[in-house]
């Protein structure tokens, strides 16, 4: 379904002529394919389809000397919906999609920030590639890979940025870097957590690992008995070996019943080891369906391109991480699902080789956890949602910011550490003085002495 609000205005927005002829504007027949996102209704002034780093530059200029927001959209599957706004200027980096192998013996690949991951896993298939970067073959590069990537190998490999070698971006300036660990470090770290706060990536290399086929298994599991299936879940997920990451939905199923929806990956084609080690996650709950198979990573998420316009009406959310689902923990989640406080709730498991890496690598800086917990709502629901959640938080360990819509101070605090938040206040003085970037979880500055 597309909006039909295409009408152009009284006036458009005057654009020096090198962004005009970027430009998608109201009245442009495809003004309504670039102006939503996947949560979220928009009515920019422009969509600048930028094709380098000197047209992202450029439109930083413009929206600056306009006063009007600017916004930057990789793949539009931003939960919070910030990638696009109402009359100022979105950034739309779709044409920088290239995926490079830059030496398949390495595993180095460098990816612009405007590619999907359901491409970049198909084309670092063919070399034995693959990196681990969440569910969905539409999300865009830039969003992921600038905040964490959960992925359906995290267990095994960790999370998409702890494989980033580089990050290339444009700066409040418009100057271009490149940064690395020898180059402008506290930008990389940064940028590994935080990297909307600090620029526009254009692209990142990262050292991928080599992957084979995996099995994947979609369960449907009676989840009745929430609480109790949810710890259960919890418990044999977090015993299984690393080669299993899964991921669990839980809704109300056609008779009003919870059911939950489990999609576990074993990174691994070995159908007896695969048995052994996926046996106690399928046998959580009373399972109603059951389907494994064998298949390549890539084809678990294809990327489909689709214009985006605002389809998921579930547009409030809440994101938590959790140590470990305690059965106290079960309960609290399971209330979230009671009297559709939360009509779907999502879980997905961490832990494993994310927990490898120190939690000051990064400053996505949370390396205990061993679950990740998303509940979505309907923009009416929120205020229910909240209550609830309060029940949750003495079970809370730090938040993922990919899966939270409240963009305030308080999910700062939830989703870096006090001495993590410092650090990026700092930075945020040092390489965003002027607050550019701050549409999307906006980090204040520190008070610099002088
Ligand atoms: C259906 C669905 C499934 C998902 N599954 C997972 C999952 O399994 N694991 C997981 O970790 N996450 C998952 N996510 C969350 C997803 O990673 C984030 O929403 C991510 O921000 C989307 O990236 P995008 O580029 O598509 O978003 P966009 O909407 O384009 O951008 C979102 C925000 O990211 C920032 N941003 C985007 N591009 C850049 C850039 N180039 N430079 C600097 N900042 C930028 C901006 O703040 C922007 O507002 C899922 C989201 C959806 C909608």
Redesign the pocket.
Known sequence: MRTTDSSPPASRLPLPSPLAALAVRPGDSDYDDVRH??TRTGSPAAVIRARGHEDIAAALAHARTAGIPL??????????G??TNDGGLVVD?SALNAVQVLDAQSGLVRVE?GARWGDVAAQLAPHGLALSS???GD??????A??????LMSRLHGLTIDHMSAAELVLADGCHVRTDAGHDPDLFWAVRGA??NF????AFEFQAPSVGDVIAVVTLFDATDTAAFLARWGAAVETAPRTVTS?LTVMAGPGGQPVAQAMTVYAGADPQSAREALGPVLSAGPVLRNQAYVTPYHQLLPATHAAQYAQ?PLTVSRSGLLEHITEPAATAVAALLVAGRAPMVQL?SVGGAVNDTPPTATAYAHRTQNFSLMAATLPAGRSALDRSWEQLRPHLNGLYL??ETGTGPRQLRDAFPAAVLDRLKLLKSRYDPGHVFD??FALPSADLPG
């Open positions: 996102t996947y916004t930057v959209r990789s793949g539009g599957h931003g939960i919070s910030r990638s980096l920030a969440g569910d969905t999300v865009g590069v830039g969003g992921l600038t905040a964490g990537g959960i992925g990297g909307a620029g526009v990536a254009t991921f998921q997905r990919s899966f549409n999307n």
